[in-house]
Antibody
Framework: EVQLVQSGAEVKKPGESLKISCKGS????????IAWVRQMPGKGLKWMGI????????RYSPSFQGQVTISADKSISTAYLQWSSLKASDTAMYYC??????????????WGKGTTVTVSS | SSELTQDPAVSVALGQTVRITCQGD??????ASWYQQKPGQAPIFVIY???NRPSGIPDRFSGSSSGNTAFLTISGAQAEDEADYYC????????????FGGGTKLTVL
């Protein structure tokens, strides 16, 4: 079964660092881009960035460039999303998803269940 | 970056047909994909490409497009179709990245 398993919920204080994970299984992890998507409470979905685990090529949406770091360890089929200094506004659900298709077809066919991040003093 | 615009809310009577729209310049050169999200759950994708359904998605879901607009049609809406629906396409101005619409809350009456 193709799946992405995300790490558990986190509660942090402002200024703390955090790294959450997304482990792929059931497919060739190095052959598909992984996307990170943010969903703030009661709001819609927003692209954060993508990584190709095969060579760690990473692209960021302009809104998130410099705010987070996306990485991957292909030896353990895991992608990561990290913050060096959290803010209350980072409170959200974070999903990882597998990107499929190419060219004009472009879709996220497998999703993790999400990681809830709560940042509060 | 590009934007995709969706109506915030749409309602449909049980068993009737509803069409959810998504507008944006990126749709002139890219297909939309559509995602269903129920409260407290991760999104699942329901339509991709020209009009393709992943396995397990009922055939009452279909997709189409015209110009800068993509459509998700649910023919014979069921109570379990009540959810938020998001469109997504490649962002034509940012290589390899995508953009989501703001989402449409579908209510089945």
């Amino acid at each position: 079964e193709v799946q992405l398993v995300q790490s558990g919920a986190e509660v942090k204080k402002p200024g703390e660092s955090l790294k959450i994970s997304c482990k792929g299984s059931g497919y060739s992890f190095t052959s598909y881009w992984i996307a990170w998507v943010r969903q703030m409470p009661g709001k819609g979905l927003k692209w954060m960035g993508i990584i190709y685990p095969g060579d760690s090529d990473t692209r960021y949406s302009p809104s998130f460039q410099g705010q987070v770091t996306i990485s991957a360890d292909k030896s353990i089929s895991t992608a990561y999303l990290q913050w060096s200094s959290l803010k209350a506004s980072d409170t959200a659900m974070y999903y990882c998803a597998r990107l499929n298709g190419d060219g004009v077809e472009y879709y996220m066919d497998v999703w993790g269940k999400g990681t809830t991040v709560t940042v509060s003093s | 970056s590009s934007e995709l615009t969706q109506d915030p809310a749409v309602s449909v009577a049980l068993g009737q047909t509803v069409r959810i729209t998504c507008q944006g310049d990126s749709l002139r050169s890219n297909y939309a994909s559509w995602y269903q999200q129920k409260p407290g759950q991760a999104p699942i994708f329901v339509i991709y490409g020209k009009n393709n359904r992943p396995s397990g998605i009922p055939d009452r879901f279909s997709g189409s497009s015209s110009g800068n607009t993509a459509f998700l049609t649910i023919s014979g809406a069921q109570a379990e179709d009540e959810a938020d629906y998001y469109c997504n396409s490649r962002d034509s101005s940012v290589n390899l990245l995508g953009v989501f619409g703001g989402g449409t809350k579908l209510t089945v009456l």
